[in-house]
């Protein structure tokens, strides 16, 4: 079953994969009228999203990661909070806390930032393991516990979490069990020459990053018509030798010899879910293994952690990856 013989398949999609397509296009079409390229990057967000996974955004300073996150929350209508992450950084300021009012005489709740749609943890690995372990009950019960409440969080709640891969003074590594939680980790890099040149005469007709609505992002689906469009999935069709494939990819990283900690089930489960949410947004009905190729280093690099050996030898998570996959027989 090889990928052409996928794509011979029966391309008629239904109606939820045809809106998860249409807000692929519409979505993306507003969010590039303030971020100039990270094609790929934007994509696998919004794969994110529809599969209603998290995603961590890894990439160095002024490469467009704060902005991505609030044009497409512009782009989906969603309400977008910020934290900046520090050392400082307690449980209530994330969760909040209850205050006492003079006028009433008595305590009253106030919601913390985590109370939104679409939350950007910037520069998560700064804050204390409390702060990252009441993120990490968010992220996994879509609730939080507070003042001896269970709160749920909106149905829509997705964390896009950044950090910077070179500064490690005064961080807190993501322990395994919180990276775990996180469908991709998405590489955001520098602009090729050409798309710096636009970042730059954009900026000198006037953009202003702060100010997306001068620059013209608007709404291009409700949060409910996004909701709806997660019913795509259901609509997805995978093939028995797709799911296969699924399983030999994630149990090969547990056996090879350059791999100290493979990945577990969780992490098949989110290469599934992240490639019906793929196919889905490109207006197809049905998963390729093309779709679990291209999915495989997002969803699985940052939950691997390599041996002595394969780190004396100066590898990488993704290249150790990309031996994996090449190891594994495509369906045919």
């Given at each position: 079953m090889t990928s052409s013989t996928f794509a011979s398949a029966p391309t008629s999609a239904s109606n939820a994969v045809a809106a998860a397509h249409a807000i692929r296009e519409g979505v993306l079409a507003e969010v590039r009228k303030a971020v100039v390229g990270q094609d790929e990057p934007l994509?696998?967000?919004?794969v994110g999203l529809i599969a209603g996974g998290h995603v961590l955004l890894e990439g160095v300073p002024g490469v467009a990661k704060?902005?991505?996150?609030?044009?497409?929350?512009?782009?989906?209508?969603?309400?977008?909070?910020?934290?900046?992450?520090?050392p400082d950084l307690m449980p209530a300021d994330i969760l909040g806390t209850s205050i006492f009012d003079l006028k009433s005489q008595s305590f009253?709740?106030?919601?913390?930032?985590?109370?939104?749609?679409?939350?950007?943890?910037?520069?998560?690995?700064?804050?204390?393991?409390?702060?990252?372990?009441?993120?990490?009950?968010?992220?996994?019960?879509?609730?939080?516990?507070?003042?001896?409440?269970?709160?749920p969080l909106s149905p829509?709640?997705?964390?896009?979490?950044?950090?910077?891969?070179?500064?490690?003074?005064?961080?807190?590594?993501?322990?395994?069990?919180?990276?775990?939680?996180?469908?991709?980790?998405?590489?955001?890099?520098?602009?090729?020459?050409?798309?710096?040149?636009?970042?730059?005469?954009?900026?000198?007709r006037g953009f202003d990053a702060g100010d997306l609505a001068r620059a013209g992002v608007g709404a291009a689906v409700t949060k409910e018509g996004l909701l709806a469009a997660r019913a795509a999935l259901n609509e997805v069709t995978v093939e028995s030798p797709v799911l296969s494939y699924v399983r030999k990819l994630v149990a090969a990283t547990r056996t090879s010899s350059r791999i100290r900690l493979g990945a577990g089930p969780r992490a098949g489960v989110h290469?599934?879910?992240?490639?019906?949410?793929?196919?889905?947004?490109?207006?197809?009905?049905?998963?390729?293994p093309d779709d679990v190729r291209f999915l495989a280093g997002p969803v699985l690099k940052h939950r691997l952690l390599l041996s002595p050996d394969a780190e004396l030898d100066g590898a990488t998570p993704s290249d150790v990856l990309r031996e994996v996959v090449q190891s594994v027989e495509v369906p045919r």
């Open positions: 994509e696998l967000m919004l704060t902005l991505m996150a609030k044009a497409l929350a512009r782009g989906i209508s969603a309400d977008f909070k910020r934290i900046q992450f520090t009253v709740l106030v919601r913390g930032p985590i109370f939104t749609d679409l939350l950007l943890a910037d520069e998560i690995n700064r804050a204390p393991a409390k702060t990252q372990s009441a993120l990490l009950e968010a992220m996994q019960e879509r609730g939080v516990s507070l003042e001896g409440r269970h709160m829509l709640f997705t964390v896009f979490a950044t950090q910077n891969p070179v500064e490690s003074e005064g961080t807190y590594p993501l322990p395994e069990a919180q990276l775990d939680r996180f469908l991709l980790k998405i590489d955001v890099g520098y602009p090729a020459p050409e798309e710096e040149d636009a970042i730059l005469e954009s900026v000198h290469l599934l879910l992240a490639s019906k949410a793929l196919a889905a947004l490109r207006g197809r009905g049905f998963v390729t």
